[in-house]
Each structure stands twice: as C-alpha cells, then as structure tokens.
Nanobody, 114 residues
Framework: QVQVVESGGGLVQAGGSLRLSCVVSGSIFSINAMGWYRQAPGKQRELVATISGGTTNYADSVKGRFTISTDNAKNTGYLQMNSLKPEDTAVYYC?????????WGLGTRVTVSS
C-alpha cells in the first residue's frame, strides 16, 4: 500500500510564497521520479514541474518562480512557490513514480488573492 499526501496549501496574497510538501509512504523500494500538477476550476490538469535523477523541468508559466526538490531519505518532495500570482490559484497534485507505477495524491488547494 502506497500513499501520497500533499500539504502546505492555503490562502496567500499575490507576491507571497508557499511551500508544498508531498510525503510518500508505504511499501516503497524507490521513487524514480516525482511531479507536481495543478488544476484550476474549469480547466484540465496541467504539468507544473518534474524531477527525475536530479533533472528538473518546469512549465513556462512558473519558471523562475517555482522550485521542485526531493529529500530521498524522507521520501518527501517539495514545491517552493515564490512571487505567487492569482493565476496560480488551483488544486496542486503530487505524483510519484515507484517501481514503474504512478501514484497520485488527492491534492492541496492554493488560493492567491489579488
């Protein structure tokens, strides 16, 4: 049984910062990759950032503002979000690639006020 749980969302004013966490627990041999996605109301889920083998990728909309990282010893990933904008408002989801299977969390809500 593998669980993926996001936390750290909340309400923040434009220009502020939040740090999201993604804790992976259960029968884990290794986390091969991790990604963060988000879904705004009425829109499709979109890729925000990924990390695999130390290589990171970001959506153009968040480059220079967001940073993805992992702490492998803790089986935890992070998404540091700076200079937040109202358009960043969404539910943010973490996924983890573990032994060729993809696991999703239930999301954490981020609201950025203008």
């Amino acid at each position: 049984q593998v669980q993926v749980v996001e936390s750290g969302g909340g309400l923040v004013q434009a220009g502020g910062s939040l740090r999201l966490s993604c804790v992976v627990s259960g029968s884990i041999f290794s986390i091969n990759a991790m990604g963060w996605y988000r879904q705004a109301p009425g829109k499709q889920r979109e890729l925000v950032a990924t990390i695999s083998g130390g290589t990171t990728n970001y959506a153009d909309s968040v480059k220079g503002r967001f940073t993805i990282s992992t702490d492998n010893a803790k089986n935890t990933g992070y998404l540091q979000m700076n200079s937040l904008k109202p358009e960043d408002t969404a539910v943010y989801y973490c996924n983890a690639l573990i032994t060729s299977r993809l696991y999703w969390g239930l999301g954490t809500r981020v609201t950025v006020s203008s």
